[in-house]
């Protein structure tokens, strides 16, 4: 075989596709075939961890949606498959570096795309087939580039600063884009933990591209973008990452400055062309398209500007509940306690676990009940003098 065979030959072939597939297990119904999408490779054997050579092939996703079935094909014609795999949830595959990837079918493959968008729209569509075959209700992740690999790598307790698109997806297909900050000034920080949806970032280097599937489980603040319902993709590019040292959990108040609440109202929402797969017909909601980074922004604010705002309530909550007052207290630590510990339990109030806001009515309850409270303790203080 020629190993030199030109991109334009592929386009061509990939018609054939369809016919030269070969199932290698029966199925209760007749599965119908389609490319999903084809890529030109240059293929390589891996042996005693040295490459060789196998020359320029076309690489494929195929299969039927309504079935669930997928294969993966190395081509070079309709009558010349080096490769006819059929996908199952407990497919490995490697996303490594220098645009290529790695997988074991009879012998270890090394496959490199030809470009980064090649490597990350075929790497796409993969790791969407491959969730859709775990079944879709688990926290999923999967590489869709990899730079060179660095000891800089996020691990538990690292910052990592992303920027992303999401979309929505339910009933196997991908919905519409529901916020991004690909066009922002700020990436989105995220502290990487053992139980939330964070840990999907392990691993990562700085320019690390991942896809990320999260069930409404595992969903957090995220769930305000959605309908209940649906799960959510990220899209993500890693941008920095670094740990936090030397935070130590003061007792200082809590000041909110006018600035804090105006942050709070600012929003950047982009739009971005959405990955290329099949979409649901779905109008995304006005009241929840919102870009959640906004919030966010404001969280992270309180939070590490603030010495952790959200430790300090809990240590205040603490001091009320259990520790009797100080009689050599002043009357301005009391007040502020006193006003921490309404405004602790109006948020809980105002938010019950099990609903869903959309931004501005978080952003009005937050400023509603922030204004209140620091307009009674004025004047209570007024009326004290």
């Avoid at 040295?50 to 079935?67: C, E, N, S, T």
């Avoid at 609440?261 to 959405?274: C, D, G, V």
Wanted: proline share 3%; with cysteine.
């Amino acid at each position: 075989m020629d190993l030199n065979i030109e991109s334009d030959a592929f386009k061509q072939q990939k018609n054939d596709i369809k016919q030269s597939i070969q199932r290698t297990k029966p199925l209760q119904a007749n599965p119908t075939v389609a490319t999903i999408i084809a890529k030109v490779v240059t293929a390589n054997t891996l042996e005693n961890n040295k490459l060789i050579p196998v020359g320029k092939y076309g690489f494929a996703l195929a299969g039927d949606v309504k079935l669930n079935y997928y294969q993966l094909l190395l081509y070079g014609s309709k009558n010349s498959i080096l490769i006819n795999l059929l996908l199952t949830k407990d497919f490995k595959y490697n996303v490594n570096e220098n645009n290529s990837i790695g997988f074991l079918s009879k012998v270890n493959w090394h496959l490199e795309f030809e470009n980064t968008n090649d490597a990350v729209s075929f790497n796409s569509q993969l790791a969407f087939v491959l969730w859709k075959l775990n079944g879709c209700k688990e926290l999923y992740w999967a590489d869709l580039y990899y730079p060179s690999r660095n000891s800089n790598v996020a691990r538990f307790n690292s910052v990592v600063e992303i920027t992303y698109v999401a979309n929505t997806v339910s009933s196997k297909k991908f919905g519409p884009q529901v916020s991004s900050n690909i066009k922002d000034d700020r990436y989105l920080k995220v502290n990487i933990n053992e139980n939330g949806w964070e840990r999907s970032l392990l691993g990562v280097n700085v320019n690390t591209q991942r896809i990320v599937f999260i069930p409404i489980a595992e969903m957090g603040a995220w769930k305000i973008l959605t309908d209940g319902r649906q799960c959510l993709c990220l899209t993500m590019t890693v941008q920095n990452i670094y740990e936090l040292k030397g935070e130590n959990i003061t007792d200082e108040p809590v000041i909110i400055t006018q600035e804090h609440l105006k942050k709070a109202n600012e929003n950047h929402p982009t739009i971005i062309q959405p990955l290329d797969i099949v979409y649901d017909n779905i109008s995304a909601i006005p009241s929840k398209k919102l870009c959640i980074e906004s919030l966010y922004e404001e969280f992270e604010k309180l939070k590490l500007d603030n010495i952790k705002t959200y430790e300090r309530l809990a240590k205040l909550e603490a001091l009320i509940i259990e520790k009797k007052s100080d009689k050599t207290e002043n009357s301005i630590d009391s007040e502020l306690k006193k006003s921490m510990k309404i405004i602790y339990k109006r948020l809980i109030k105002e938010f019950p676990v099990d609903e869903t806001f959309s931004g501005s009515e978080i952003q009005t309850k937050i400023k509603d009940i922030f204004y209140n409270i620091l307009a009674c303790s004025n004047q209570s203080n007024v009326n004290s003098n």
